[in-house]
């Protein structure tokens, strides 16, 4: 069945960077785009950024472009997401999923941590 499972959150401080990636597995995923969610403190989830099935296209949420990149290897079926110059309003516990596949289950996320 299909499995995502996140790693590489931690506690930083801001300006830091953290480098998050999720495993995928249970269906084709170089057919699939990907996307990074979060939710924060409080917050409902929201939607970071996608990566398109092939890798050549992508988009981000207006305040973390410029700072996160998202990529994948679909050798490997993983989605990285390169967070840099972090702030304190990304603090949150970090998913990846499928967009077009909204009845996979979620996995249980990366809790990434920005204070001083």
């Known amino acids: 069945q299909v499995q995502l499972v996140e790693s590489g959150g931690d506690l930083v401080q801001p300006g830091g960077s953290l480098r998050l990636s999720c495993a995928a597995s249970g269906f084709t995923f170089r057919h699939v785009t990907m996307a990074w969610y979060r939710e924060g403190p409080g917050k409902g989830r929201e939607w970071v950024a996608t990566i398109s099935a092939n890798g050549a296209d992508t988009g981000y949420k207006n305040s973390v472009r410029g700072r996160f990149v998202i990529s994948r290897d679909n050798a490997d079926e993983m989605v990285s997401l390169q967070m840099n110059g972090l702030k304190v309003e990304d603090t949150g516990v970090y998913y990846c999923?499928?967009?077009?596949?909204?009845?996979?289950?979620w996995g249980q996320g990366t809790q990434v941590t920005v204070s001083s």
């Open positions: 999923h499928a967009p077009t596949m909204p009845t996979a289950p």
